[in-house]
């Protein structure tokens, strides 16, 4: 674990690194990690190096924790966030930045380990999807959360189910391997894949997401969406 500890009080940092120290040695599992006094330095770094792990102390001096958090979440949204403060009243906003964790001060390992444990599984075991690099930075989609795929104008856009969009120049075959190769993406037009889940109605020229989005069908390809279709139908409901 790639691990990030920022706080502007030395002898806090020296105490998270004490407990990630033996953190390391109990659970016999490979632990780095490095110490910042101001997020604009940890925000510097992070250009050249990836951590998957920070730990961010909230009330700082400059810019302070949610406000670096922010920023973070701009150009990684897979780094995992865990708070460090001495008062609960930024609960909220630490939610609002997706943090993994809000643990007051002082930790300890009582408090820390079992947060470790968790990312660490998640990290051995992760969710599949596919990673992208875009404008704002690499981010890691899961096929559970992406509804369809548009090309236009040499750009990709991954539409998400909750709305959300990532921007990505490449062409569509760049990703139809990764995509196609699974049971619940389907090509319905030269420039869209769609997640089966997604799909609200389907017609012989079009159809709806869930989410109310229209997306064309090709004529040469609706015979084979519709076949495909109706097989997920009948797996996933018991159509006739």
């Known amino acids: 674990m790639k691990i990030a500890i920022c706080d502007?009080?030395?002898?806090?940092?020296?105490?998270?690194?004490?407990?990630?120290?033996?953190?390391?040695?109990?659970k016999k599992v490979p632990v780095k990690y490095k110490t910042f006094q101001s997020a604009t330095e940890l925000l510097v770094t992070m250009k050249?190096?990836?951590?998957e792990i920070i730990f961010l102390?909230?009330?700082?001096?400059?810019?302070?924790?949610?406000?670096?958090?922010?920023?973070i979440r701009q150009a990684n949204n897979d780094v995992k966030i865990i708070f460090l403060t001495s008062t609960p009243e930024f609960a909220f906003e630490s939610y609002a930045v997706k943090a993994n964790d809000y643990l007051l001060k002082p930790a300890s390992?009582?408090?820390?380990?079992?947060?470790?444990?968790?990312?660490?599984?998640?990290?051995?075991?992760?969710?599949?999807?596919?990673?992208?690099?875009?404008?704002k930075g690499i981010v890691r989609i899961l096929f559970s959360n992406?509804?369809?795929?548009?090309?236009?104008?040499?750009?990709?856009?991954?539409?998400?189910?909750?709305?959300?969009?990532?921007e990505v120049t490449a062409s569509l075959s760049e990703v139809e391997d990764k995509?196609?190769?699974?049971?619940?993406?389907?090509?319905?037009?030269?420039?869209?894949?769609?997640?089966l889940w997604q799909i609200g109605t389907l017609t012989p020229k079009e159809l709806v997401t869930h989410a109310g989005r229209?997306?064309?069908v090709s004529r040469l390809l609706y015979a084979q969406v519709r076949e495909i279709y109706m097989e997920h139908l009948f797996e996933v409901k018991g159509v006739e």
């Open 8 to 26: 502007d009080d030395s002898l806090e940092l020296f105490h998270i690194s004490s407990i990630l120290d033996r953190y390391r040695l109990e």
């Open 48 to 51: 050249a190096m990836e951590y």
């Open 57 to 71: 102390d909230i009330l700082m001096p400059g810019v302070n924790g949610i406000q670096t958090a922010t920023e």
């Open 109 to 135: 390992p009582e408090k820390l380990f079992p947060i470790l444990d968790t990312l660490l599984s998640e990290e051995q075991n992760p969710q599949e999807g596919i990673t992208l690099k875009t404008k």
């Open 146 to 166: 992406l509804a369809f795929v548009e090309v236009m104008s040499k750009k990709l856009y991954f539409h998400l189910s909750n709305g959300d969009i990532r």
């Open 179 to 195: 995509l196609l190769c699974r049971s619940d993406f389907i090509k319905v037009h030269r420039s869209y894949i769609v997640n």
């Open 214 to 216: 229209t997306i064309p």
